[in-house]
């Protein structure tokens, strides 16, 4: 079992910046894709970004193009989604998501605990 380990998450005022991280945790962990998704209070959750693992191809929900980007460290099983120009509707709880081969993020098979972006305006 892949153990997703998220960190980063905090309290920002709008225009600020942070910086996620997700861990695997198995040294044998592998994937086609890891991705971040973000559930605001009374919202679904919704995609926000993913990110070939051994190509690096990335992909980017429309809301956050041109603000955050992702990326990975194939070798430390982590990838990162650094997030600049903060709105308030960015607020929301971001998780972290594994997609092996054969599956669709509309069902990714492993996903982190969630941590907490607050948006201050």
């Known amino acids: 079992q892949v153990q997703l380990v998220e960190s980063g998450g905090g309290l920002v005022q709008a225009g600020d910046s942070l910086r996620l991280s997700c861990a695997a945790s198995?040294?044998?962990?592998?994937?086609?894709?890891m991705g971040w998704f973000r559930q605001a209070p009374g919202k679904e959750r919704e995609f926000v970004a993913a990110i070939s693992w051994i190509g690096g191809s990335t992909y980017y929900a429309d809301s956050v193009k041109g603000r955050f980007t992702i990326s990975r460290d194939y070798a430390k099983k982590t990838v990162y989604l650094q997030m600049n120009s903060l709105k308030p509707e960015d607020m929301a709880v971001y998780y972290c998501?594994?997609?092996?081969?054969?599956?669709?993020?509309?069902?990714?098979?492993?996903w982190g605990q969630g941590t907490q972006v607050t948006v201050s305006s």
């Open positions: 198995d040294r044998t962990f592998s994937s086609d894709a």
């Open positions: 998501a594994v997609r092996k081969r054969g599956s669709t993020w509309s069902s990714p098979d492993y």
